[in-house]
């Protein structure tokens, strides 16, 4: 669950909105109203947190926020 919160804080951080608001089958851009340059700048603050590399071919999958979970426990 350390993971998920971090995942979570992130996304919180780059959108401007609570943790709380986010659940793990919320979509970037339909359900949390990000876009394609905050989508970015998650993708760059998840690389930062968790010491990995996410190529384009895997950023352009990360629609949920399971699916940034998922990507960063690997």
């Known amino acids: 669950m350390e993971t998920e919160k971090k ?3 992130i ?3 780059v959108l401007g909105i609570a943790p709380e608001e986010i659940n793990m089958n919320a979509d970037w851009y339909y359900d949390l ?3 394609s340059l905050a ?3 998650a993708v760059i603050e998840m690389e930062n947190e968790f010491d ?3 190529t ?3 950023s352009e999958k990360l629609r949920k926020v399971s699916d940034f979970v998922e990507l960063v426990s690997k």
């Open 33 to 35: 109203g990000g876009d």
């Open 39 to 41: 989508h970015v700048e």
């Open 7 to 9: 995942v979570k804080d």
């Open 52 to 54: 990995i590399s996410i």
């Open 11 to 13: 996304i919180a951080n």
């Open 56 to 58: 384009d071919e895997q």
